[in-house]
């Protein structure tokens, strides 16, 4: 960094560039195991769900091209 070269009144103002914090963060509180319980199911929620709509899915975008096609009576001329 540049020095400033005009006079500053404080002197922790020009030097507030290089201060750094010695002061810690208060350590994260530990989840519970209700919190914990929780969490799991609720990603078991969600993947069951992203499987039950693949598999509830997967008939709407099979092709279809294995099943003989059906003929109404009315192409069959009755």
Do not use: C, K, Y
């Not at 199911?41 to 993947?47: K, R």
């Amino acid at each position: 960094m540049f020095r400033r070269r005009e006079p500053v009144p404080f002197a922790f103002v020009a030097e507030a560039d290089r201060f750094r914090s010695n002061v810690a963060p208060p350590p994260r509180d530990r989840a519970s195991a209700g919190q914990i319980a929780g969490r799991w199911l609720l990603g078991l929620t969600i993947v069951a769900g992203l499987v039950g709509s693949l598999v509830l899915g997967m008939p709407a975008l099979s092709s279809g091209t294995d099943t003989p096609a059906q003929q109404s009576q009315a192409s069959q001329g009755h």
